[in-house]
């Protein structure tokens, strides 16, 4: 396995060294694998056409296999899209279907997530978390730490994504079949394990093999808080729209000048203001959510992504 033993040690002391040098035994924690998943950057990349978007997340993706296979499920391997597939064989006679879980290996584009320097701060008491470049965390808009009173929590120093989307999902999933194979006692199904690409820029499933796959039923792993289960998604969709103007001297401009930059917030002024907006909009309603602006007198391209519970509408958009 490709854990950098003393370096988790010597950063986060968690773990008695000579515990794990002389101990054959010795049982990685969730927080092991957690920390070890995050040394990888595996940012997916919006602009790419290729597949995966980014081959940087094939690193861990093959370390997974190896890590999935050391745990006992043999027949893990990555497909050549970059899938990560093994099967839990069910010990069992009752007949029920076949389940699956699913995962993500990539980080947003949005944030870097090379280099990630965690940080555990445990027994957390409530308040808010300052990061170690001295961003903070601020308990009053995140009012989810209030149920994390007395838990650690891992957060980054502040100048990296965590990438805990969805890397705390790979390892509740990992963490799962340790304990699964390691419990015979609890009896189960045939159970099958995904570890995707490129979700992050909505092409996780572009690959995906539901068939080989072969789970009746599957659940991702993914976002939210401790104890929350979503039954169903929106669907998605991304528009690009690009406004050429036309660039003169500003010397020269009179009757000339098109500018570029006008236009997009001219188009920006005429959406809905008070609807169709992720900050005015809540369950099942839909949204058009601008996320990106630039350009310059001649040419400006506006970003958006749009969402909605029922497909039809994301044409109306
Ligand atoms: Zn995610």
């Known amino acids: 396995m490709q854990f950098r033993y003393y370096e988790v040690i010597n950063l986060f002391e968690l773990i008695n060294i000579e515990e794990i040098m002389f101990d054959n035994n010795y049982e990685f924690t969730c927080v092991d694998r957690f920390l070890n998943y995050v040394k990888y950057d595996t940012q997916s990349d919006e602009e790419s056409t290729t597949f995966p978007s980014d081959p940087k997340q094939l690193e861990l993706s093959k370390d997974l ?116 194979v390691k419990h015979p006692d609890v009896k189960h199904g045939t159970i099958k394990i995904c570890f995707t690409p490129d979700e992050e820029v909505g092409r996780g499933a572009e690959k995906f093999d539901v068939e080989k796959f072969g789970a009746k039923y599957a659940y991702t792993i993914d976002g939210g808080t401790r104890g929350e289960i979503e039954t169903e998604t929106f669907s998605a969709d991304a528009v690009n729209i690009t406004f050429i103007g036309k660039n003169v001297h500003p010397g020269y401009a009179k009757g000339k000048m098109i500018n570029s930059l006008k236009l997009a917030s001219y188009f920006m002024e005429l959406l809905p203001k008070d609807r169709l907006s992720p900050e005015t909009t809540e369950g099942r309603e839909g949204y058009v959510h601008c996320t990106s602006i630039n350009g310059n007198e001649e040419k400006t391209i506006l970003k958006f992504i749009i969402r909605d519970f029922i497909d039809e509408k994301l044409v109306e958009f």
């Open 65 to 180: 296999v190896i890590e999935l296979k050391e745990i006992g499920l043999e027949d893990a391997h990555m497909d050549e899209n970059g899938y990560v597939l093994a099967t839990l064989p069910g010990n069992t006679d009752k007949d029920v279907p076949v389940i699956g879980f699913i995962s993500h290996v990539d980080t947003s584009p949005a944030v870097s997530g090379k280099d990630v320097k965690p940080q555990i701060l445990k027994n957390y008491q409530g308040g808010d978390i300052t990061l170690l470049n001295g961003k903070v965390i601020d308990a009053d808009n995140n009012p989810e730490l209030k149920d994390m009173i007395g838990f650690d929590i891992i957060t980054t120093d502040g100048t990296t994504l965590l990438g805990a989307d969805d890397k705390a999902g790979i390892d509740e999933i990992m963490d799962a079949m340790n304990y699964l």
